[in-house]
């Protein structure tokens, strides 16, 4: 089942997943690729040739231009900034070099923040509200700042992860049982018993809630 607002416009030849919601005066043009259980907030952009994973959430008023992709449970908050050209001109048609950007699995965009064209944003890194990434982050990374500078780690649960930017540890998850390793500058992730961000295609999301 797929909820679509009366006033949202999804072109003919975008392709939608079960269970998504697609709220006020969104736009989804032809080619653009929504994934299951996602939910657009009002006024969403979702343009040719964007594409959107499983399980992910976009605030109020994100565009998601033609060759930005997100991968599955990716969280854009609201009024966060994709651009999809480096140096753009109003007098001068760069359409056929759209530069690729990647947002890999449960990355979170905050609020306001912006993120320049061609780069690949790590898994589950946290990008701060208002900052404005300008090149590669790494995974579990939290970006903060103009330019986005790499200050900590942050877990799929939303915790920060009390290990140094470089070195050599590890850190349990108390509320997913995840094990994060760092190895020199270097964080991977162990899953728990219940992987969170392991997506079951065709069945209606249920999602962890937070623990206070």
Known sequence: MINIHASAVVDDGAAIGDFTSIWHFCHVEPGGVIGENCNLG?????????????????????????????????FCAPFMVFTHISFPRAAVSRRATFDKTLV?????????????????????????????????????????????????WVSAYGDKIPLPLVGGDAWTCPHTGDTYILDNET????????????????VKLERMRSVA
């Open 42 to 74: 009002q006024n969403v952009y979702v343009g040719n040739n964007a594409v959107i994973g499983n399980g992910c959430r976009l605030g109020n008023s994100v565009s998601v231009f033609s060759h930005v992709e997100l991968q599955d449970f990716v």
């Open 187 to 202: 964080m991977t992730r162990r899953p728990g018993p219940v992987d969170i961000l392991k997506y079951t295609p065709g």
């Open 104 to 152: 890999k699995a449960g990355a979170t965009l905050g609020a306001n923040s912006t993120v320049v064209p061609g780069i690949t944003i790590g898994m589950g890194c946290f990008l701060a509200a208002g900052s404005t990434l300008t090149r590669d982050s790494k995974d579990w990374s939290l970006m903060v700042g103009v330019p986005a500078r790499h200050l900590g």
